[in-house]
């Protein structure tokens, strides 16, 4: 069974950086959509960055020119680079292989998320 470890969290101010990593137990990120996910505390679980295969990335509105998502096929490792961190982006981030609907949005094809790795984002 193919396994996601999400790394790369920590504490940092406002206006910094973090880049987070997603590393995959098999080689399914390189023949996958696979996307970032989040959850603030109290808040439900979003979608924020996806990598398509064969397309350009996708964000969401809160994070786009912020964030930059991208892969390593070799490594089989997929990558978030968040710049210009605010407050808001604290949360436990999370990384998904996603399957895509006939309208064109995504889910997370894995049930069984892994234990993610958590931003805060604090002065």
């Known amino acids: 069974q193919v396994q996601l470890a999400e790394s790369g969290g920590g504490l940092v101010q406002p206006g910094g950086s973090l880049r987070l990593s997603c590393a995959a137990s098999g080689s399914i990120l390189s023949i996958s959509t696979a996307g970032w996910y989040r959850q603030a505390p109290g808040k439900e679980r979003e979608l924020v960055a996806v990598s398509p295969i064969g397309g350009s990335p996708k964000y969401a509105d809160s994070v786009k020119g912020r964030f930059t998502i991208s892969r390593d096929n070799a490594k089989n490792t997929m990558y978030l680079q968040m710049n210009g961190l605010k407050p808001e982006d604290t949360a436990v981030y999370y990384c998904?292989?996603?399957?895509?609907?006939?309208?064109?949005?995504?889910?997370?094809?894995?049930?069984?998320w892994g234990q993610g790795t958590k931003v805060t984002v604090s002065s």
């Open positions: 998904n292989v996603l399957g895509t609907y006939d309208s064109g949005s995504y889910y997370p094809k894995f049930g069984s």
